[in-house]
Every structure is written in structure tokens, then in C-alpha cells.
């Protein structure tokens, strides 16, 4: 199940949240999931793609947080992966500018986050050796 949550919910965008939350599971974003270090970030014909942190479930899932940004859409998201990715959590509002980030979001994502078990990020090594796995 998704969990979803938008700026818009009484319709002032022309474009429904559905919509706006689609790219979230483009191939390319996915792809880059599986490779892209935390704190970096890559152009793709979707948009730009920022991977924020990398979680270890107590499941052993790998989830990943990110962020994408469009030209008319800021999102932010959580994609959990045992056999591929799949985007579990996700908001969505109207991008207003180069540096916007949603204004709640982050609370929102670490609430989703501490809810799954995520506990601290991966960070150097130990999310290397994750993504590297992944590849396996």
C-alpha cells in the first residue's frame, strides 16, 4: 500500500495527485535508485532526482528516501525494495522554485520511516556495500 499525501487535496491543480506521483516509478528513477549514493543527485527526462538516505528494515528490506523535482511537481517519497523497488510513501506538491522542499515533508517522512523500524541511515560503507548487493 501507498501511503500519499498532497498539498492539493481540494483540486486547485488541473493535474490529480495520481498524476503528479507517477514518475515517482519511472524505470530511470528506480534505476537510479540502485545506484545513486545518498546526498547526490542526477538529471533524467523525468527530472531531477535527489536519493536523501538509505534504511535497512528490521525485514531486511533496503528503502530509500528521495526526492524528485519536475517542473511542475516537488515530491518527495520512500521506495522500499525486496526483489525491486516499490514507492511505499509519497507527497507530492507544486514545485515554486530551484531550492523548494515540501514544508512538512521531512517530519512526515521520518514519522513514515520510524513507523517501518527504519532506525539510523546507512552511511558510507555500509550503504555501499547495500546497493552493491543489490546488484548481485
Do not use: M
Request: charged share 25%.
Amino acid at each position: 500500500a501507498v501511503a500519499v499525501a498532497s498539498g492539493y487535496f481540494i483540486g486547485r491543480q488541473s493535474q490529480p495527485d495520481v498524476g503528479r506521483l507517477a514518475h515517482l516509478e519511472d524505470p530511470l528513477v528506480l534505476r537510479e535508485l540502485s545506484r545513486l549514493e545518498s546526498g547526490h543527485e542526477v538529471e533524467l527526462p523525468v527530472g531531477r532526482l535527489r536519493v536523501v538516505s538509505t534504511y535497512r528494515l528490521p525485514n531486511e528490506a533496503l528503502c530509500r528516501e528521495f526526492r524528485l523535482r519536475t517542473t511542475s511537481t516537488a515530491s518527495g517519497a520512500v521506495a522500499c525494495r525486496t526483489n525491486e523497488w516499490k514507492v511505499t510513501f509519497a507527497l507530492a506538491e507544486p514545485a515554486k522554485g530551484a531550492e523548494y522542499v515540501p514544508s512538512s515533508g521531512g517530519d512526515l517522512v521520518d514519522t513514515y520511516l520510524g513507523n517501518l523500524g527504519a532506525g539510523n541511515p546507512l552511511e558510507g560503507e555500509a550503504e555501499a556495500k547495500a546497493l552493491a548487493a543489490i546488484e548481485r
